[in-house]
């Protein structure tokens, strides 16, 4: 796929977001014109950039879209549900056709072909025929688009666009050839004629061989669009003048393009003619009529711009004018956009990571040599040198980070789709779009937050009646929130349904045996049951959920990423998930600590404090710290590691999710940044241990899991913790 | 072809007719079509032509009609030919054009 190809279909698919987003906000606020316009603009620029890169199965398929919307927008047909979502479709079908266009493959196949098809047939019966004032074409456009609606006499009699242009004198100097423009313009259709102007250049010994004093007349076929042909010219739009008069143009109109353009008007006229734009009659009968009306208007100030001619005359479509407008202040603002922005590739950033990866494990050897040496100079530059190791991790993760927000937008559709399906009223309402986390995270939280997503909706929101009936608002709530914790990033997806069924849960897991008849549990141990393998308590299986199969699934895809997941609910008020993941998967910022002969690591976000063990703790679980209740936990207990206990032990204060705990080690080494090993899957149900890491000697140092750690520590004294396997 | 025409001139431009190259080209174009009546162009080797060595060509042109000298080119390589053919001043420059025989 070339590169003009790549980038249509990624901004295609840009622009398939944006309608997508205004399609649903249109069915909050039919009618808004803003909206409607917003949605017409993406499927007219979707067109337009496969009318460049050639795809003609795009442009055949938007354009009957395009059709509608225009209709839309003109108020002819009004907006409802069955519209909007025929149109919804509609743009699935557009992001289809794309993946075709991205696989290389000539056409669509036959059965993508036919959904196409009857889509089509369904606007074209529903709402594009007979309804509409127009009779105009909203056949696929294998002749015109630019359809000017006829103003009576006067009309130029040809199919072609024309196009003026001037190029300014500095084109050249930045580069850009007039050449190579024409040469593209012939990929959207086809040059009938063109005329070369040399008027603008001076005499030979005033001409600068590197300015630019050409201009061109060009009578164009092609079944393009107006903002389709100006983007041609787009990198040149402030260095030249352009001039499109669409097909079948008044008359008038070539006499102010005439007017317009800085050649004398005969010659003009002339080359007009020799184009094909026009006949001599036509240009006699213009002639005269502009010195008629240039008579009649002496007294007046200044003749109006062409724009505004245009419109008067109602000859032009207006929006191929206010298009126009809007197209310009889009281009100034993407080109902006784009000199800020670069696309690339996501495996060099991989790439890129993993040498930061590695040469912060060297780096960290460095420093561990340098300590040793005792060497001032050699420390200090080490130093220095680790500090700014330190910024090149942190900018290259910050290249990684990406917004939620896009995530979380895509859950408007999947609401509005599965609550339509539901026969259920639900709004989304989204929070902290802006928290940014690590891409490859985003990447894959996408699954399980679906999931919760339609859980939520299918069980979680009760339908209207029981609503109404608990003295709830008919409409339902669902909320996705994200936002930044001590390391890591909460993402909560929260109804306000009717909460778990506590008693169900419970009763469902005594009949599976996954807890032994007669014990008592939390509320919040019940709850977590639902992430059991195999656990459902729904009573109807519906086609999106309850089949029991999901829950375990939810909870190991975010386990995989080092994260977890959490159940909170209220009998009538909702139920709260709550997922909790690490920023990024790959380098944490480190608390290298001591047990036995080896080295563990705490991550610091966790850490809080240290302390010397106080030596009355003895052997209990607990300790005093300034009058608040701390469990600790032994490392040396926790994984048998035998030797000399050590005549004072530290108590590494950690917190994570609310709860603090200590860690109780044998000596603190220090603060270090380490690179995340994953643990093979031999080792992967070991409790308390996130990860490996190598440190700059070289030896292996486990990754502690702190969560775990704590949950260990606080529940240590419950005899059913092992329900809570983390 | 040999001119037996004393003020005739034969230009061969071997480079490429560039926005590089423009500023030189232009000096030397002029400057031949001063010191004769009839100046030759022999383009049959330049491989690369853009807006500003086409300019060029039309400056030529012009200036040769404005002196009451004639400028012809009398021979295209590919690109030439293919370039004044799209910009449409083969007629203007009135040069006869050899077509190949497989493109004709």
Known sequence: MDEITTVFVTESREQLAAMEAALLELENSPGDSDTLNAIFRSAHTIKGGAGVVECDFIVAFTHVVENALDKLRNGEIAVDGDLVAVLLACSDHINALLDVLESGMPAPAADLQADGNALLDRLQRGWLSGEGKQSDDSTPPATSDGTVESSGGGVVETDCWHISLRFGQDVLRQGMDPLSFLRYLTSLGTIVRLETLADAMPAADDMDPEACYLGFEIHFASSADKAAIERVFDFVRDECTLHILPPRSRLADYVALIKALPEDPMRLGEILVRVGALTQAELDVGLAAQQATEAAATEETAAPPLGEILVEQQVVQPELVEAAVVKQKQVGEKKAAEARLIRIQADKLDALIDLVGELVIAGAGVNLLAARSGLAELTEATSVMSRLVESIRDSALQLRMVQIGETFNRFNRVVRDVSKELGKDIELVVSGAETELDKSVVEKIGDPLMHLVRNAIDHGIEPAEARAAAGKPERGRLSLNACHDSGSIVIEVADDGGGLNREKIARKAMERGLVPAGHTLSDQEVYNLIFEPGFSTADKVSNLSGRGVGMDVVKRNIQSLRGRVEVDSQPGEGTRFTIRLPLTLAIIDGFLVGAGSAGYVVPLDMVVECLELPPQAGDSHYLNLRGEVLPFIRLRDLFEIRGEQPVRENVVVVKAAGQKAGIVVDELLGEFQTVIKPLGHLFRNLRGIGGSTILGSGEVALILDVQALIHLAAHRDEPNAILNRS | ?104
């Open chain 2, 1 to 104: 072809m040999s001119k037996a025409t004393t003020g005739c001139q034969r230009l061969a431009i071997v480079d490429d007719m560039t926005i590089y190259n423009a500023a030189a080209q232009k000096q030397t174009l002029i400057e031949a079509l001063c010191g004769c009546d009839e100046l030759e162009l022999d383009l049959s080797t330049v491989g690369e032509i853009d807006t500003a060595g086409f300019q060029l060509l039309i400056l030529v042109k012009r200036e040769a009609r404005r002196l009451g000298k004639q400028a012809r080119i009398v021979a295209h390589s590919p690109v030439v030919r293919e370039t004044v053919d799209f910009f449409n001043m083969a007629a203007d420059f009135g040069d006869p054009m050899l077509i190949p025989a497989q493109e004709g």
